[in-house]
């Protein structure tokens, strides 16, 4: 482990992350049974997620990324837009940890400017506590406290998101 990302502790290990990711694509699977499916990966933090994630939902999709940033105290940008028309489509949008909401407030509005057929919003983490605009997500893998946590796809100034299992810091 790299010394920048000393004090980690385990949180949520590979085998349970595997676990709720499967529960997920049921609920996922059984929500939209019969339909087509626009996933939209926000990245970079959501690509393990994803990656698991589609490959346990056996319906037809369609995957797209989009890259939003945030920088602290500045206003949401779109770096790489969505390359598919999803108009009258059926939108997935899957990330890895909802915080305050500004990055999902900022892509939902951009995605229902296109008119999709549906929005729904899947995260693997949410943290309820540390919202600062309302955003409902649909599916929720697991409901975390006010920590900060680094691995499976999340950062800590861009180190640690190739880790499989979830960490978080102990001060
Ligand atoms: P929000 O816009 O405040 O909801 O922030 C969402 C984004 O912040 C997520 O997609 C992550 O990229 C990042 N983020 C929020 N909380 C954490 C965390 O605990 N660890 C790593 N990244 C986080
Ligand atoms: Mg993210």
């Known amino acids: 482990m790299s010394q ?8 949520l290990k590979k085998e349970e992350i595997d676990f709720i990711v499967e529960q997920m694509a049921k609920d996922i ?3 939209y049974e019969g339909k087509e499916l626009v996933v939209v990966c926000p990245l970079k933090g959501s690509v393990p997620f994803v990656a698991d994630l589609i490959r346990k939902i056996h319906i037809p ?3 797209d990324f989009v890259y939003i940033t945030s920088p602290k105290g ?4 779109i770096v ?11 939108v997935l949008i899957v990330e890895e940890i909802i915080d305050a ?22 995260t693997l983490l949410d943290k309820p506590a540390r919202r600062e605009l309302p955003l409902q997500p649909d599916f929720v893998g697991r409901q975390v406290d006010d920590r900060f946590v680094v691995g499976y796809g ?3 100034e861009e180190l640690g998101r190739n880790y499989k299992d979830i960490y978080n810091f102990v001060q």
């Not at 920048?4 to 949180?11: E, F």
């Not at 909401?101 to 899947?122: Q, W, Y």
């Open 101 to 122: 909401g500004r990055t999902l407030n900022f892509l939902k509005a951009r995605v229902l400017a296109s008119n999709p057929a549906s929005l729904r919003i899947a």
């Open 74 to 77: 500045e206003s949401c940008r």
């Open 154 to 156: 999340m950062d800590s």
């Open 4 to 11: 920048k990302l000393r004090g980690l502790v385990p949180y």
């Open 29 to 31: 699977e059984r929500h």
């Open 80 to 90: 790489r837009d969505l390359s598919h028309d999803i108009q009258d489509k059926h």
């Open 61 to 63: 999709m369609i995957v």
